[in-house]
């Protein structure tokens, strides 16, 4: 999971500030590094990339003299490669043309990738699969004599995993393509003045001039000329529209939509369906208590089909990082710790009291798990855990940094022993196929140009089998 944006407007002072808050809107996508790639008139590219928040990377930047007129830019969670400067997008190649990319997604056949390019003469200065990506598409171009669309379908046909792609190139304009199953989302806009703009989400249009218009469609690839003339193709013909659940369970930001399908309403409509679990159990409970901050939509519903008191009782050190999409060189203790200081207790609210604690997701346990030590040592007498996503019991090779199942939780376990791992009275889960068919309904045809097929749901499935659901065991 990252976050890229693309724009290509009349040359204009305003064009890097757009990105990069554009970029400021997608934070939430990726904390590790940030950066942008423009092209001015005069041909000339200027990139800037480092370590850090995007406030941090960009904070000294001075005004400049030239107008750019095309530009990207990516904040980056890592999935792939290390946390080091070398590897924060976008990558550039000036071999064609001069190509700067960003990319959101995960490539899972990297090593045929490596060899292909072998043979290209083309070489890999980093571990990142998005630098595998930009020469694959690079070779692809200086082979098709500046056919777009050929280069494009070349490259989709070598590619396996995830992949939504931005890239500017000299000469040439801006493309813009998303993989043919689309777990990864992208979208785009319009200004009649300026021109094109795509980002990861619909949110990271706020206070530019471009309007959103709809989504890029799975298999789909967007030319934006340099003269601002628009070109669509379809090289992949064969999609499947499966955005990935996870994206409205935690990813995206509560008010972007995600082809067609507000994030928003999707976490209210999860919220009414952990209800209605819980409320099949007969569970007495006083007060329902969100794990700030994504988890308060679901809560606030809960609470209220419930007709039970919501708190807000765990206070969170806003800076503090998420501690989900810490990167794996972060052993468990530090993130143990990390937690410890995110949060805090008001201990009156948990005072001999019996509470629901309202999760977005159990991934790991660990933040949980050290939850449920800060209620008892408030004073809880009873504690359930509520998860408005499904168990997550498998790893996820299209973009959520899931290296290993066995550090999940829930793989291989029951609700009563994930119960038993966390120290408390019992667990509730969502039941995957409800939430994916009650959030269908929620689609908007007229964001998109055709009806989702599903849902990417590999991290809670084996592909091609129903799990059934599970009838939470508490042990008080």
Known sequence: MCGIVGILSIP???LKNDLIRAMTYLQHRGQDSAGISTTENTGKIKMHKDLGLVSAVFSNQQPEKDEPFMGVGHVRYSTQG?????????FYTNSPYGISLVHNGNLTNIRELKQYLLLKNRHINTN????ILLNVLAAEIEDSSTNIFDAVEKTMKLLEGSYSVIATIKGIGMIAFRDPSGPRPLCY???SINGYMFASESVAFTDTPYDVITDVEPGQCIWIQEDRQFQSNTPQKNTNKTPCLFEYIYFARLDSIIDGISVYEARIKMGECLANRIREQNIEIDVVIPVPETSRTYAIKVAEELNKP?????VKNRYIPRTFIMSNSDESSNRTKMVKMKLNTIGSEFLNKNVLIVDDSIVRGTTTRELVKLAKIAGARKIWIASAAPPIRYVNSLGINIPTQEELIAYNRTSAEIARELNCDGVIYNDLDIICGEI????VNIFVNGSIDGFEVSCFRVRGTKVPPETPSFSG
């Open 189 to 191: 806009g319009h200004s």
């Open 440 to 443: 269908k309904k929620l689609e």
């Open 82 to 90: 290390s946390i080091i400067r070398e590897e924060a997008q976008p």
């Open 128 to 131: 990142s699969d998005s630098e």
């Open 310 to 314: 919501y708190r807000e009782a765990f």
């Open 12 to 14: 204009n002072n305003n």
